[in-house]
């Protein structure tokens, strides 16, 4: 079954009433509107992307924290919204967001045990990440719930989970990313967000 980003944002309201901690929720919909113009700056250059699927992914991507375990969110998420009988295109975003480079080590918060979850690790490996999901990947190290420069947004990550033997590689590879998207817009995908302006 397909996920519209508006049934998506149904998904997320329907949280709001019983989770207490709501700021999740706000983080993902702020992902969510970042990756849809970050994904139609891509369409109008030509790319072949799906503007409303980004935007749906980055509404649902951290959905797992719903549950009373975080630190598994990522499988939480793609539980629930396999339950739920969403396609895979739509599930695969709750394990992809929190690793670049189909790396496990590649995350922020330290290194994840590949033993503890086999699933999770193979899945990352062999996985061929789709332009919509790497975009995901990038608007989570851009947002809390509002959008930020990289570099405050990893400050922030870092200062509340710690720095460990990983966390140089990820900034580093958040850097690439970044890069990345800059090379096929031609331009600072910054200068698509006059709001980082305000937050810096």
Known sequence: MKLTSTKALVILDSFKEYIENKS????????????????????????????????????????????????????????????????????????????????????AGGILDPNKNTFLANFIKN??????????????????????TIDKRLIDLILRKGAYSNTQYHVTQTYKLKEYFDNLLGFDLYNLFDEIKDNL
């Open 24 to 107: 999740w929720i706000a983080h993902c919909i702020c992902v969510g509107n970042a990756a849809e113009e970050i994904a139609k700056a891509l369409k109008d250059k030509g790319y072949n992307i799906d503007v409303d699927k980004a935007k749906a992914l980055g509404y649902v991507h951290d959905i797992g924290k719903y549950s009373s375990a975080p630190e598994i969110h990522e499988i939480k998420g793609y539980e629930f919204l396999k339950a739920k009988g969403f396609d895979d295109d739509y599930c695969n975003i709750c394990l992809t967001h929190s690793f670049l480079n189909n790396d496990i080590n590649c995350t």
């Open 127 to 148: 996985h061929e990440y789709t332009i919509e999901e790497k975009i995901i990947n990038l608007c989570d190290l851009m947002c809390k719930n509002i959008i930020y």
